[in-house]
């Protein structure tokens, strides 16, 4: 049985749901009470991402990402990821780039941006407003990776993960530690029908004893830690923010994909973070 020491416990986000009460500065729906902004990039300065809050990771291109991922991520190239009329848009495109490092015959190109080399946290809520590429193959994703780098041992936290060959479009939340591949990984879902037209907050509650992943402030995936130990239990220490476009691989491709739905972008109105007032 799943984390028989971990309640988890999926909740429902039809319009009777009730999130928290939200601080009225942040201007944002799930901020809980007493939260104040500790970090944010709103992306108001068109071009390449701000250096000094975002780096790109290529380091796995060379090994399809263990997934059989089919993109090439990029680095400090605007067709993949620039900011433009105040949104960060990383962008997808059908197209090979022979010759450049790491490249093994990758059909795609695309951005992972994340900030493992400006900033970790441990502890927070996470709000990152966006609107979602969608068709077969995509794959994008919100998520927080350990800063030790020992995954799965040290923890992943996903708190947006969509296929685009869901329709209507899914948002995932996945917690991974030490027991991947041993028990089903803690997950919840929900359906956001316009996803791919509109944006939405994609939110993560993150607490010593408790994981939450919210759309629009309002909760569809959570986690208590009971008495759960490290290996079962391994998100209490740095973690560091991930925004990237994957094409297909292990989850992305299981209906194959579909090169005619390209170029697509996720598009990043904000991305802000909370944490409780000392």
């Not at 919840?188 to 509650?205: E, N, R």
């Amino acid at each position: 049985m799943l984390l028989s020491m971990v309640l988890t416990l999926a909740i429902s986000s039809a319009p009777g749901a009730t999130p928290e009460s939200g601080d009225a500065t942040a201007g944002a729906r799930g901020v809980p009470p007493n939260y104040h902004l500790v970090w944010s990039d709103d992306f108001n300065t068109p071009g390449l991402p701000d250096p000094a809050k975002w780096s790109y990771q290529t380091s796995g291109n060379a090994k399809l990402w263990w997934h059989n991922e089919r993109q090439y991520y990029t680095a400090r190239r605007p067709e993949n990821a620039r900011v433009s009329g105040g949104n960060l848009l990383i962008t997808v495109r059908h197209e090979s780039l022979p010759g450049a490092p790491g490249w093994v015959g990758q059909e795609f190109t695309s951005a992972k941006l994340a900030t493992a080399d400006t900033r970790t946290w441990t502890y927070g809520f996470f709000d990152v407003r966006a609107k979602l590429p969608c068709g077969r193959g995509v794959w994008p994703a919100l998520w927080l990776m350990s800063a030790t780098g020992r995954w799965p041992n040290d923890g992943e936290i996903d708190f947006m993960e969509a296929v685009g060959f869901e329709s209507p479009p899914v948002a995932h939340a996945t917690l991974h530690n030490a027991h991947e591949g041993k028990d089903v990984p803690a997950s919840g879902s929900t359906k956001v029908p316009d996803a791919c037209t509109a944006f939405h907050d994609y939110q993560l509650d993150w607490r010593p004893d408790s994981i939450t992943a919210l759309v629009d402030g309002r909760p569809y995936f959570h986690q208590q830690r009971g008495n759960a130990g490290y290996d079962r239990w391994p998100y209490n220490h740095p973690f560091y923010l991930i925004l990237n476009v994957a094409v297909g691989g292990a989850w992305g491709a299981l209906k194959g994909i579909d090169p005619s739905v390209l170029p697509q972008s996720m598009e990043i109105d904000y991305v802000r973070v909370y944490q409780p007032i000392p």
